[in-house]
């Protein structure tokens, strides 16, 4: 009779914890969120935060910062395992492997040897989940059996310098991706049933930054962070609309991605600060005007987020800071270091931000002065891939492993 009610008290607090991370969970499908913006919604801070995490499993699951992406109860990813990529399914809550699919990838090489697995997020939509590895093979697999629908080898191996970190988008059934090498690359639309070319675009080498969309008087642009530029393509046949120059300067490589809001455009990552344009339409032509520059604050890798008029990130001299959106005005910056390459999400009430430390910090989004409420160690080996938050669990893929977090 013990066994039986200990058992039956295991499936209840399975029962619980399945339901608690679905009815308040959102999806998070791809690279920075559901609005590729890092906001996440349905996050209700607790009125107390503990002292540390629960940590309510951990798994192996191969080497890689590409972030973990998750749609119901299941979480997508792509790592690498041996002499192979893998895209693993797992169940939400219990990390257990649902399926795998496996392919053989080369090793990388060069200055990147150190970071041996797949660095793009994966993008799920429509019942297919996509992944770019690290020697830009494009993958399109069924999203609940892991069967190949269909699959963009890359037999000459041309990568950017530093192997792959664009992150594909999934947008009206088409695919989009950036594929090639310096001074030579290629602005992709595949049909995302077949992975048939829909339009190409050519010209410059992929950034390590993802593109994204916005909508100006009902049409949509793709707006992508080049190796040289900042351009917006026409969604729907591939033309070039508009574009401005983005030259980096010292060690800096247009790793950040554009942060749109509206018609605006926030984008940093050159090594010169911050700017902002606002797009405008006259007639069936397109132009970008400067709305400011700044120069006291600027990233090197990541985007920020912008909250209530205000963006909030890690600057590339490895603080947190906060800028006035309107005008560019620096309005603080945290004396403390941590880390210039980062990750930050808007949950709301409060942001979180997980810097390569590993330590997840959560503040509160005040324009007034920095504001921390609490600081976890959340893993042993450096982190470059976003958090993942819903309802009150956050998944957290290190180097090797996923770990699924609790907020008691």
């Known amino acids: 009779m013990k066994k039986t009610n200990l058992t039956f008290s295991a499936m209840v607090i399975a029962i619980v914890m399945i339901g608690s991370l679905n009815s308040y969970s959102q999806d998070w499908p791809q690279f920075r969120g559901i609005g590729r913006d890092s906001k996440v919604t349905g996050f209700k801070a607790p009125s107390a935060w503990p002292t540390e995490l629960k940590l309510e499993w951990k798994v192996s699951v191969g080497f890689g910062d590409a972030t973990p992406v998750l749609t119901g ?84 191996n041309v990568v950017p310098q530093f192997f792959t970190g664009m992150s594909p988008l999934i947008v009206e059934n088409l695919c989009i991706a950036h594929v090639g090498t310096k001074d030579n690359g290629e602005v992709l639309a595949l049909d995302l049933n077949t992975g048939s070319e829909k339009w190409k675009w050519a010209g410059d080498g992929p950034a390590y930054a993802s593109p994204s969309v916005m909508t100006v008087e009902g049409k949509k642009l793709l707006i992508v962070q080049t190796e040289k530029n900042l351009m917006a393509l ?10 401005i120059a983005t030259p980096v300067q010292q060690r800096f490589y247009n790793a950040s991605s554009p942060y749109i809001d509206g018609q605006t455009i926030y984008y940093t990552g050159q090594g010169t600060g911050m700017k902002a344009i606002k797009v405008e339409k006259s007639g069936n032509e397109y132009a970008t005007k400067e709305l400011w520059s700044a120069t ?85 080996t450096p982190i470059y891939s976003f958090p993942v938050v819903a309802g009150n669990f956050i998944y957290i893929k290190d180097a090797e492993t996923l770990m699924l977090y609790k907020i008691n």
Request: charged share 20%.
């Open 73 to 156: 109860k299941k979480i997508y990813l792509n790592t690498r395992q041996g002499n192979e990529e893998v895209v693993l399914c797992i169940d939400a809550s219990t990390g257990k492997e649902l399926w795998k699919n496996q392919y053989p990838s080369v090793a990388v090489t060069g200055p990147a040897v150190s970071h041996p697995g797949p660095r793009s997020t994966p993008a799920v939509a429509n019942g297919k989940v996509v992944t770019f590895g690290t020697s830009a093979i494009l993958s399109c697999l069924d999203a609940k059996t892991g069967k190949v629908i269909w699959r963009r080898e890359n037999p000459t």
């Open 296 to 380: 006291e604050v600027g990233a090197k890798w990541n985007t920020p987020v912008l909250k209530d008029g205000f963006l909030y990130g890690f600057s590339d001299q490895k603080r947190l800071y906060c800028v006035n959106a309107a005008t560019g005005q620096t309005a603080w910056i945290d004396n403390a270091v941590n880390s210039d390459f980062a990750t930050i999400v808007d949950c709301g009430s409060v942001i979180i931000g997980l810097p390569q430390t590993a330590n997840l910090i959560v503040f509160k989004p005040e324009p007034k002065s920095y504001s921390e409420v609490a600081k976890y160690k959340v893993s042993e």
């Open 234 to 243: 026409n969604l729907a046949d591939g033309k070039l609309l508009w574009q």
